[in-house]
């Protein structure tokens, strides 16, 4: 995680925020929120407010701790909504199979699977949150954890991750609901196929991330 001290320099100078902001070029509220951690300054933002108080950047940006922590890659990790998905899938399916004898237990037991992971997710979450009050995720807002990136290198590969999400869209889509046509009389094959699509858009989302992250 990044560190900085310009409020320390900026007090040393006896600025405001807003003269801060002048001086760079930038508005009040983003120098607060670089002050409290929550955003990483570009590089040529650092070098610019570095120049302003007449320092290096070493001098006002540090490195303080790992950013890519076990627990956070955890939470940040596809498999868990991909798991969570799959079981939703599989409890649709299950509630369509009029012939098993033992339907409703089952999907019951999917279904507590289903809340146990949502629980288990939230705490870590929360567990998270503690640790690291400055880089805080959101358990209950509407953008995946995997998209709540501040780090600029984070945000272009989950960039790249989902233009060939949308370039697997392209072409899994026709195919999918050309199966779901012509299987238009079987209740399984359309909750299946949709599962498929699924899997195969966190798989893609998964391969990218992983391959972008060993260079």
């Avoid at 358990?139 to 501040?150: D, K, N």
């Avoid at 960039?159 to 046509?181: D, M, Q, S, W």
Wanted: hydrophobic share 45%.
């Amino acid at each position: 995680m990044l560190g900085n001290r310009v409020r320390e320099l900026r007090a040393r100078f006896k600025w405001t925020q807003q003269d801060l902001a002048d001086s760079v070029g930038i508005t009040r509220q983003t120098v607060g929120l670089i002050e409290k951690g929550d955003y990483a300054p570009s590089v040529a933002l650092a070098l610019k407010i570095a120049k302003s108080f007449n320092v290096s950047v070493e001098d006002v940006f540090y490195l303080k701790g790992g950013r890519n922590n076990m627990l956070q890659r955890i939470i940040r990790s596809p498999f868990i909504p991909m798991s969570m998905f799959l079981l939703i899938i599989v409890c649709f399916t299950i509630s369509t199979m009029d012939f098993y004898p033992n339907q409703s237990r089952l999907a019951r037991m999917v279904f507590l699977a289903l809340i146990a992971i949502t629980l288990c997710w939230t705490v870590l979450a929360q567990l998270h949150n503690r640790k690291h009050p400055h880089d805080r995720i959101n358990s209950l807002g509407l953008i995946p954890p995997e998209f709540q990136e501040t780090d600029e290198g984070q945000q272009w590969i989950t960039f790249k991750a989902c233009r060939n999400v949308y370039v697997y869209y392209t072409y899994a889509l026709p195919i999918i609901a050309g199966i779901c046509f012509l299987f238009s009389h079987s209740r399984f094959v359309p909750l299946l196929s949709i599962g498929a699509l699924g899997l195969g858009q966190y798989l893609v989302y998964w391969l990218t991330i992983r391959k972008l992250n060993q260079f």
